[in-house]
């Protein structure tokens, strides 16, 4: 089969080649999937960089998603020949995956191919982190970085459900346009406007639930804004993107987050914690499978509305890796095989 291999670290344009690979072997409780597409994350920007730890070694596969047609089932509730939405932990570039039962949806002919895949990754990022982490509750206010992305995009969704005071940042005054378009009450350019003095000059007494993938530079300002009880939700860490990943660039980046006393958090009574959903997905896949189902139920009901930015070809990869390395993209980047 062919794969889009990851052969070196370095700009997208060297460290791909589409290569011929063995297909994948199953195990019990697992399907192979026939891929007509995948999707791309910024984590497979950091991997790509060499600044992803649980990266496979290379070379190697990436991609978490993808969507196609069971060929080959070693699952019990699983058919050849059904459409799913698999999550893939890593080996989503290529024309056949291997998914866990667990880690699959079955899709409807009627949901699209590109608004599926942004279901996976993102919309379970955003559900996990705004119902179940932060428990955002009707009217309350909240801060989304990088709110023009893929799982921005779809916290904007989840916020505007429960009529939350919506704040968003982005990178470039077209994405701040897009983010009031989507009804953001308070859309800031952080490449222009400091996030913090924004919302100081504005009339947020403080901010209760605030997501973000950036981390470093924007974590003492948030953990400032936040209100009494507010929670602080760190699902990413993309400031630390185009680094070599050395012992200076680590210690810089810890330095960045600042000191913290626990008494903060008990007088302030507030939280902050961080989401992994590589890790979620391998240590409780039951857990990732209640989110596929509930981000499918949020499609049909309507509520969520994936913004697609980008989809291309296998031949493109490499353009759309260095777009969203440049963070000239928004929504999700579907790439398919034909």
Not at 113 to 142: D, K, P
Not at 253 to 259: D, K, M
Not at 291 to 302: E, H, I, P, T, W
């Amino acid at each position: 089969m062919k794969a889009v291999v990851l052969q070196r670290n370095g700009s997208a344009h060297q460290a791909f080649e589409l290569v011929e690979v063995a297909q994948p072997n199953l195990k019990n409780d697992q399907v192979l999937i026939k891929v007509e597409a995948f999707g791309i994350n910024y984590a497979d920007v950091m991997a790509r960089q060499g600044l992803y730890k649980d990266a496979p070694p290379l070379p190697s596969i990436l991609g978490y998603e993808v969507v196609g047609e069971i060929v080959t089932s070693n699952a019990s509730k699983l058919n050849v020949g059904e459409r799913v939405l698999a999550f893939t932990h890593f080996g989503g570039y290529a024309e056949y995956a291997v998914a866990e039962e667990l880690a699959c949806v079955k899709l409807s002919k009627e949901i699209p191919t590109s608004e599926a895949l942004a279901l996976a990754t993102q919309y379970c990022t955003a559900i996990h982190a705004f119902e179940n982490m932060a428990s955002v509750r009707t009217g309350e206010s909240v801060l989304i970085h990088a709110a023009s992305g893929g799982v921005g995009n779809a916290l904007v969704d989840l916020a505007r459900n429960k009529n939350c005071y919506i704040v968003g940042t982005s990178g470039s005054e077209e994405k701040v346009q897009l983010l009031n378009r989507r009804g953001v009450n308070l859309s800031i350019n952080y490449s222009k406007n400091d996030f913090e003095n924004t919302i100081g000059a504005s009339n947020i007494s403080g901010i209760d639930a605030i997501f973000d993938p950036i981390g470093g530079r924007t974590f003492r300002k948030n953990k400032k804004l936040l209100a009494q009880g507010g929670r602080l939700i760190m699902f990413g860490v993309s400031s630390f993107s185009g680094k070599k990943g050395n012992l200076i660039d680590k210690l810089s980046l810890a330095y960045s987050f600042g000191l913290m006393h626990p008494l903060e958090f008990l007088l302030r009574g507030i939280s902050i914690q961080g989401l992994n959903m590589l890790h979620l997905s391998l240590d409780k896949p039951e857990l990732l499978n209640e989110l596929m189902m509930r981000a499918v139920a949020l499609y049909k009901d309507g509520i969520a509305k994936p913004q697609i930015g980008w989809k291309g070809t296998v031949e493109q990869l490499a353009e759309v890796h260095d777009l969203m390395e440049r963070r000239l993209t928004t929504g999700k980047l579907v790439v398919y095989w034909k």
